[in-house]
């Protein structure tokens, strides 16, 4: 079974290694490269850093992260980042990590949550669709084509 933690500085490499694993068959939908693929070593540990990164671990590999962040003037929080290793698809580990970032959020004071998934994405869509997120807003990039679906909940 695995664990849900904060991450640490050390996570850095894991959680890109984990999120290049999950995004690559994304990838291969687009022309342009995902933005979350682009981001490196140090982008990961200034966010590490500034808190609201989450991992899970199994046997002290990591195996899944997400990202929070809170914005209390707002009254809501936006979860990110939320990536799981192929091999643990489908074991509610995306469950558990979403699970820790809206407790961080509501811990935090956020009454209600919002995320960005890609479009093509149907897998990720019908997750947070499960999750109870709904879909309140398409947002079209037809720079990149990396068109996006925002998604709501109450906490």
Do not use: C
């Amino acid at each position: 079974m695995w664990s849900i933690t904060p991450a640490a500085a050390e996570d850095a490499e894991p959680i890109l290694a984990v999120q290049r694993a999950a995004f690559a068959q994304n990838q291969r939908r687009y022309t342009a490269t995902l933005p979350l693929l682009r981001e490196t070593a140090d982008d990961l540990g200034a966010a590490i850093a500034g808190g609201g990164t989450f991992v899970a671990r199994q046997r002290g590999e990591v195996i899944g992260a997400v990202r929070v962040q809170v914005r209390p003037d707002a009254g809501e929080a936006e979860v990110s980042h939320l990536a799981v290793l192929p091999a643990y698809a489908h074991l509610a580990v995306g469950r558990s990590l979403m699970a820790a970032a809206e407790e961080a959020a509501q811990a935090a004071g956020a009454r209600t949550m919002v995320l960005l998934t890609g479009l093509r994405d149907a897998a990720a869509i019908e997750f947070y669709l499960k999750q109870g997120y709904r879909p309140e807003a398409l947002l079209p990039d037809p720079a990149t084509e990396i068109d996006l679906v925002r998604f709501r909940r109450a906490l």
